[in-house]
């Protein structure tokens, strides 16, 4: 079966992936669309990471199948076009989850302790912590975490916060039967929190979440950490409360506009830790990933049911 992988794959990757036994694996990076469109019409399966799956490209594979997510969101596939043409879309909930709990937890620990400024400046010469940076260092421990969701990634994550000394809340559409943090609205959540961490797919209903207003509730010093997706937030909302003070620091992996501009204001602030949507690349990720997309394939050749199908 003949198989595109939408992403820039690393030799080890490319080496797994080309030993898959009944698979014709092909490779295209993100961002080269000559060569995308180039491939399509040989593509069976198309394994789609984060460049948008339009119409279009769907309308250029007549013999598309399948096309697997490799993640978890769904916001970058053309649903409504897969639909029309009876192509099967699948996710894969909880591949990397941990890797993106692991990302949450480190962009917490940046911000609060202003590495990137840290390594900016001893690579230039810097040594110490000037006074005027001093202040506002902080520990993890003895803060309250929010997490707006509670889904795989944050049921990883809530353990170790609690762990490292967190008073840990949590919103969800409902409270969730025996979950052992406390639950608050939305609101709530925003009001007592030092740190919120983002973890909630990106729809309708979600889209701008944290605006000008959600970010106004948030506790005066506060932090807020992005892994989900970058729609989540207003970025220009979030730029004036960083710049005013309201915010301590922001810790962001996504972005409304990806890949973002090189002129995002949000780059020019130094209480910003920022990562180019990688939260969920790890080898780990990989494995756990390429196991689940070439097992539906199999599946598929059988005419038996696709795991984590959405459409």
Known sequence: MNVLLHYEAGPALRARLAALPGLSVGF???????????????????????????????????GLRLIQKIGVGVNTIDLEAARARGIAVCNLPGTNSRAVAEMALLLMLAALRRLPQ?????????????????DRLGELGGRTVGLVG???VPAILAPILAAMGCRVLYTARAPKPGVGYEYRDLNGLLAESDIVSLHVPQVAETARMIDAAALGRMKPGAILVNTARGGLV??????????????????????????????????????????????????GTFARSFAIAAENIRRLAAGEALLHRVV
């Open 150 to 152: 509670f889904g795989a």
């Open 234 to 283: 207003d970025e220009a909302a979030l730029c004036a409360a960083l710049r005013s003070g309201h915010l301590a620091a922001a810790g962001l992996d996504v972005f409304e506009r990806e890949p973002a501009a090189t002129d995002n204001p949000l780059f020019a602030l130094d209480n910003v830790v920022v990562a180019p949507h990688v939260a969920w690349v790890t080898g």
């Open 118 to 134: 840290f390594d900016a400046a001893l690579r230039a010469g810097g040594w110490g912590a000037p006074a005027a940076v001093q």
């Open 28 to 62: 295209v990076a993100e961002g080269d669309d000559a060569a995308l469109f180039a491939a399509l019409p040989q593509v069976e399966v198309l394994w789609h990471v984060l460049q948008p799956c339009t119409a279009a490209v769907i309308a250029a594979a007549p």
